[in-house]
């Protein structure tokens, strides 16, 4: 809050003249001005006129982050949203980036598609720690995620677990802090090669007989399909523990022991951060193949039976979830029910005004550059409703709606966040591009392009109200993290400091300028009064009373009664039943036999060999029904760029939030490293890697490739697998600096050198974990290689 690049004022971009020069290159260099509200305001309000005025519906684009400062008035999905609905604007849409592979993937074998792919974790804590033996940590470390927005009741839980005697065993190119926290066996794998290591342990399951065979034959469909594809009946290779060898870089022993282990005890499998979601191993092109071979390893398995399912003890902690408050995905007071899950309960038990975003174009997020500099993008729609939804191809710009020429981002991650991210400095510098308006909190990343800067406060400077960890909607009930339920009233701590508002208020003050003021604030509710409504609207007046709540700032829901708790994940379907388990939407259409009995598939049975895919794949090749190996970066030859990169989430910070901007997380040696007075980005490698290239802890490099280069500090690492590279995405300064080399980031956007494209031509998922960088010292007094 008190950080020193806090935007305190309005700033205005110097050359840039709304009625005359605007010097659209100059943005990044030329640097800032303060103006006063009234100006700003003036201009923006005038910007979002002209812009309809000239050139009509579509016009303005919005650009968000994937996440914001906790609380449902103030959150994107809520204040930003129905501002945006309110003038209308081109939607520059998300892609799933943290589900990647669930959803372009496993989805097909199973459904659970409102959660976008993933498994649901009910009731997997109490389960996991009563009859599993073993935990498979994969592409996992929740010691560093805390699963998603969770706390460190986990760590408790697998303290738990390590005392009851719970095997560990850890498959990560990182020996991450899990698996330092834990212990166990760590098997370092080769980044993007998952799915053959999985494909192998299979292999060894279907010829030793060691598999759930009455589970198969009476639940799935395409085993045998599958099968002929893994023995190499089909192709004429046999996926031994020898072929993954080649691929993974994991001696062929050690998969027969995992792969015994596996099927002798019962077996959690922990895949990506919430053990039921998520993983590294998910953004890389192969990702969709990962994700599909673990959902099939565990149906082979008896998926749902005591002891054998997806978790990491991070989620599933029995809660009362009949308590209704709404996650942030719900909408808070946007009243869109198109674009957030607000109709499924917010809306209804909060009527507010409804808000429609006329204008029905959008961009697809990594494709934003392209769209700006090359006038047109293609993408592949996020839609849970359905399998099929994700098959939908949209184009930019759509017939009868304008090219965008006014850009309102809301935060300032960009560079650091999204992959292939060295092509937004064009797209900001564009022509076409005649106004760029960021409303955010701090200086830092592509704030520095803007032409007008709208300083918001931070979350201590407001009133806000929300439940801790609850997003609700695509990931319904993740509160379940935690071991309560904890509802806060976000009381505003201070007065904003400088001339920073809310985003609430400073939305409301555009409006008013241009007329919808009332609209947007309903007759004119504060925040405060918003918090009030949405109290009154949820469970807590049935347990306590606004004033005690204001007086106490928070509400613990009590713990369930033994007979309230959710069923666990799938038993259901181990055991022949219909589903009882939550969903947030009720989608009877999606089930082939009838509402909750099977799973919605076509078949309604697990499919090893989907029918949603079989229907596409002559489509997309890279997409077959039957999940090859197909792994086209392990193919090229590396001669330039010989080492992986892989680009995990910091552990200390969220995303960009605590990085940079004098944070005390800046200070941590682990997070950003002091050189010569500056703190720079830490970049791992192994002993062997740092060796060959004369490198020691502490040496400044150049982590370079065709796209870029980024200057970090090296640390020298043995938990670090040879041949990669290791570093946290999310960095949130961009330092451009000008050297004999040209320009090169000194702040560490590492995704300035992850590939912008897609998994494959209509998986239109981000891979930022498939990338190849070449390293070497830095001489910063030179500004070039030493
Ligand atoms: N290489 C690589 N890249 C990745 C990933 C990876 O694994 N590897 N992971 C991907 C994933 S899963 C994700 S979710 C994305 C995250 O990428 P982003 O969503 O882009 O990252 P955040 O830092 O969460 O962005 C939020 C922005 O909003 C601002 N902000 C926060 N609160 C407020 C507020 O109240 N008001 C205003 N006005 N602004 C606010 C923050 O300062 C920040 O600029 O990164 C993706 N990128
Ligand atoms: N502290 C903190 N917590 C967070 C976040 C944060 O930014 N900071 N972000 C939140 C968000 S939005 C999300 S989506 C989740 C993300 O949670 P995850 O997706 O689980 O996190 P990652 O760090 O991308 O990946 C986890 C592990 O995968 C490994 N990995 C990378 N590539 C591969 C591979 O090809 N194969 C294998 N086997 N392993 C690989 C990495 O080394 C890392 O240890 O975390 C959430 N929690
Ligand atoms: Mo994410």
């Not at 919005?62 to 906790?70: D, E, L, N, R, Y």
Request: a negative charge; proline letters at 6%; hydrophobic letters at 35%.
């Amino acid at each position: 809050m008190y950080s020193e690049k806090r935007l305190l004022y309005p700033m205005k971009r110097v050359d840039f003249d709304p009625n005359g020069e605007r010097n659209p290159q100059n943005r990044g260099i030329s640097g800032y001005e303060r103006i006063s509200w009234d100006k700003a305001l003036d201009i923006v309000a005038g910007e979002i006129r002209r812009m309809k005025k000239d050139y009509g519906p579509g016009a303005i684009a919005m650009v968000t982050g994937a996440h914001h400062q906790w609380g449902n008035i103030n959150y994107y999905l809520s204040a930003m949203l129905r501002f945006g609905n309110l003038i209308g604007f081109t939607r520059v849409e998300p892609s799933p980036i943290s589900w990647e592979g669930w959803y372009w993937g496993a989805m097909h074998h199973y459904g659970n598609s409102l959660r976008l792919g993933t498994p649901s974790f009910y009731g997997t804590t109490e389960d996991c720690l009563q009859h599993a033996e073993v935990i498979v940590f994969w592409s996992s470390d929740p010691e560093s995620t805390s699963g998603v927005y969770g706390g460190f009741e986990g760590t408790e839980r697998r303290l738990w677990a390590k005392r009851l005697g719970i095997e560990f065993v850890h498959i990560d190119p990182y020996l991450t802090h899990s698996a330092q926290f834990l212990g166990g066996k760590w098997l370092p794998i080769k980044p993007g090669t998952d799915s053959a290591l999985a494909i192998a342990i299979m292999h060894e399951w279907m010829i030793s007989g060691s598999y759930d065979k009455e589970y198969v034959a009476s639940k799935t469909t395409g085993f045998d399909e599958w099968r002929a594809y893994v023995l190499g009946e089909e192709d004429g290779t046999p996926k031994t523990p020898e072929w993954q060898e080649a691929e993974t870089g994991v001696p062929a022993k050690d998969v027969r022991s995992l792969a015994q282990l596996w099927a002798s005890k019962k077996t959690y499998l922990a895949a990506g951060g919430l053990g039921a979601g998520f993983g590294g191993a998910c953004r890389t092109e192969t990702g969709a193949q990962w994700a599909r071979s673990v959902v099939m390893m565990m149906a082979m398995q008896g998926w749902g039976k005591p002891g054998i399912n997806f978790g990491n003890l991070q989620i599933g902690a029995p809660q009362d979830l009949n308590f209704y408050f709404p996650g942030y995905a719900e909408g808070g007071i946007s009243g869109d029910l198109n674009n957030t899950a607000s109709a499924a309960n917010n809306y209804c038990r909060m009527p507010h005004i409804i808000t429609i975003n006329p204008v029905k174009q959008s961009v697809p997020r990594q494709r934003l550059a392209e769209a700006i500099v090359e006038g047109h993008a293609e993408g592949y729609a996020w839609d849970g409703f359905s399998i099929e939804g994700q098959f939908a191809e949209y184009s930019y710009p759509r017939p009868g709606y304008s090219r965008i020429h006014m850009l309102y981002r809301y935060g300032s991650s960009s560079f650091g966040t999204t992959p292939g991210s060295n092509r937004l400095v064009e797209a900001y510098r564009h022509s076409s591009l005649e106004f760029i308006v960021n409303q955010s909190i701090w200086m830092e990343n592509e704030a520095q392009f803007a032409d007008i800067i709208l300083p918001a406060c931070t979350a201590l400077e407001r009133d806000d109200i929300s439940e801790w960890a609850n997003c609700g909607g695509y990931i319904q009930h993740a509160q379940s993290q935690l071991n309560h339920r904890v509802v806060t009233m976000q009381h505003k701590c201070i007065e904003p400091l400088g001339e920073s508002k809310s985003d609430y208020q400073i939305f409301l003050d555009i409006l008013t300028r241009l007329g919808y003021g009332g609209m947007f604030s309903e007759g004119g509710c504060s925040e405060l009064a918003w918090c009030e409504r949405m109290f009154n609207s949820t469970d807590l007046p049935k347990q306590t009373t606004w004033k005690k709540f204001l007086q106490k700032g928070y509400h613990v829901v009590p713990p369930p009664k033994d007979d309230d708790k959710p069923p666990v994940d799938m038993r259901w379907f181990a055991e022949g039943r219909p589903k009882d388990l939550p969903e947030p939407n009720p989608l009877p259409a999606t089930y082939s036999i009838g509402f909750g009995d099977g799973l919605p598939t076509q078949s309604g049975k697990f499919e090893f060999v989907p029918s949603s895919l079989r229907r596409i794949e002559q489509i997309d090749p890279a997409r077959p029904a039957v999940n090859r190996y197909i792994n086209r970066a392990s193919t090229v030859k590396q001669t330039f760029f010989p080492l992986q990169l892989v680009t995990n989430h910091p552990v200390y910070s969220f995303h960009t939030h605590a990085d940079g901007k004098n944070s005390h997380i800046s200070m941590i040696d682990e997070h950003r490293m002091e050189v010569g007075g500056y703190r720079y980005w830490v970049l791992r490698l192994s002993s062997r890697d740092a060796e060959t290239r004369g490198l020691q802890r502490g040496n400044l490099v150049r982590v370079y490739n065709s796209q870029a280069s980024v200057i970090c500090a090296v640390d020298v690492s043995q938990l670090v697998k040879a041949g990669v590279a290791r570093g946290n995405e999310s960095c949130a300064e961009l330092d451009m600096i000008e050297t004999s080399i040209g320009l090169v980031d000194r702040g560490g956007c590492l995704n300035l050198l992850t590939p912008g494209g897609k998994m494959s031509s209509t998986a239109d998922g981000i891979m930022p974990n498939t990338c190849w960088v070449e390293v070497e010292k830095w001489d910063s007094k030179l500004g070039k290689a030493a």
